[in-house]
């Protein structure tokens, strides 16, 4: 079965600075991946999708990156700021969305 | 527009007991899943529905858990009786037409949050 790996330990950064956040998969190519964005208490909040023929998509100060070779989604944030903590889902869809564990992102001020 | 609604958003119970979980979609939207997202862990598919009909459910333990959507709007879901393990959110989402390659966005509620003593 599909197996999704997300940096389980929380991401720390000073505001300003860009977050990176990786997502990998193993074995086939899903036909695009989603990342979503959860709030403590919250449902998860959709953000950005790209495709498996697509290599970057960009969204405000958001930025995802899809490596099919590495079977890699990076996810950047930059000019972070406070208000952008919270934990971000990467989801691939392998005829159905299949979500990582999440890794939780702290901006400093 | 308003979103998902869900409820209760919190419940309590004793191992071996039932309990119920409502869930209403965005208007229109012919989709409806439910995730439970364990602590810590991502959320993680049990059912889906195409309007009424279930279109996927291989990771439902259906000898506890039960849903439907009867009318092809609200959906319910049960379990009976619940284990331990089944503390966890339970978050109902919608989307507008089947997920299928098309991408469509989906929509989450705030969740129910069981806790099962």
């Known amino acids: 079965s599909q197996k999704i790996e997300q940096n389980s330990e929380a991401l720390n950064i000073q505001e300003g600075k860009t977050a990176t956040l990786t997502c990998n998969y193993t074995?086939?190519?899903?036909?695009?991946l989603q990342w979503y964005r959860q709030d403590p208490g919250r449902g998860p909040v959709f953000l950005l999708l790209?495709?498996?023929?697509?290599k970057e998509k960009r969204k405000e100060r958001l930025k995802v990156t899809f490596d099919t070779t590495l079977k890699q989604s990076l996810f950047h944030i930059t000019a972070s700021q406070p208000a952008d903590s919270a934990t971000y889902l990467c989801?691939?869809?392998?005829?159905?969305?299949?979500f990582g564990t999440g890794t939780r992102l702290l901006v400093s001020p | 527009e308003a979103g998902v609604a869900q409820s209760p958003r919190y419940k309590i119970i004793e191992k071996r007991q039932s309990v119920a979980f409502w869930c209403n979609p965005i208007?229109?939207?012919?989709?409806l899943y439910w995730y439970q997202q364990i602590l810590g862990q991502g959320p993680k598919l049990l059912i889906q529905?195409?309007?009424?009909?279930?279109?996927?459910d291989s990771q439902l333990p259906k000898d506890r858990f039960s849903a439907e959507r009867l009318k092809g709007v609200d959906s319910t879901l049960k379990i009976q009786p619940a284990k331990l393990e089944d503390s966890a959110v339970y978050l109902c989402?919608?989307?507008?037409?089947?997920?299928?390659?098309?991408?469509?966005?989906?929509?989450f509620g705030e969740g129910s949050w069981l806790t099962v003593v």
């Open positions: 074995n086939y190519s899903p036909a695009y």
């Open positions: 529905f195409q309007n009424n009909g279930v279109v996927d």
């Open positions: 989801a691939p869809f392998f005829q159905k969305l299949v």
């Open positions: 790209i495709r498996e023929n697509e």
């Open positions: 989402a919608s989307s507008l037409v089947l997920q299928m390659h098309s991408g469509n966005t989906i929509y």
């Open positions: 208007s229109g939207h012919a989709t």
